[in-house]
C-alpha cells in the first residue's frame, strides 16, 4: 500500500507564493509518474505539473512559466512551487503517483489566493 501525504496549503493574496509537499510512502518499487492535479468545485480534475516516467515535466499551459515541480528521489518526495498566484489557480490540489499500474491520490490540500 502506498500513502501519499500532502502540505503546504494555504490562503494567499494574489501575486503571492506557495510550495507544495508530497511525501509517498510504503510499498514503492517503481514510481512511473508522480505529480499534481487540481480540483475546482463542479469542475474535472485537472493536471498541473507531472514528472513522466523518463523524467521529463508536463505542465497545464496555465501554469507555465509560474510553477515549477521539483523532487526528492531520495525522500520519493515532490514539491511544487507556485508563484505569481492567481485567483483562478484556487482549488484543492492533489498529488498523485501512478506505480506498477496503480494510481494512488493524496487527500488534496486546499490553495486559496484572494484577489
Known amino acids: 500500500q502506498v500513502q501519499l501525504v500532502e502540505s503546504g496549503g494555504g490562503l494567499v493574496q494574489a501575486g503571492g507564493s506557495l510550495r507544495l509537499s508530497c511525501a509517498a510512502s510504503?510499498?514503492?518499487?517503481?514510481?512511473?509518474?508522480m505529480g499534481w492535479y487540481r480540483q475546482v468545485p463542479g469542475k474535472q480534475r485537472e493536471l498541473v505539473a507531472a514528472?513522466?516516467?523518463?523524467?521529463?515535466?508536463n505542465y497545464a499551459d496555465s501554469v507555465k512559466g509560474r510553477f515549477t515541480i521539483s523532487r526528492d528521489n531520495a525522500e520519493n518526495t515532490v514539491y511544487l512551487q507556485m508563484n505569481y498566484l492567481a485567483p483562478e489557480d484556487t482549488a484543492v490540489y492533489y498529488c498523485?503517483?501512478?506505480?506498477?499500474?496503480?494510481?494512488?491520490w493524496g487527500q488534496g490540500t486546499q490553495v486559496t489566493v484572494s484577489s
Open positions: 510504503g510499498s514503492i518499487f517503481s514510481i512511473n509518474r
Open positions: 498523485y503517483l501512478i506505480s506498477d499500474l496503480r494510481v494512488y
Open positions: 514528472f513522466t516516467s523518463g523524467g521529463s515535466t
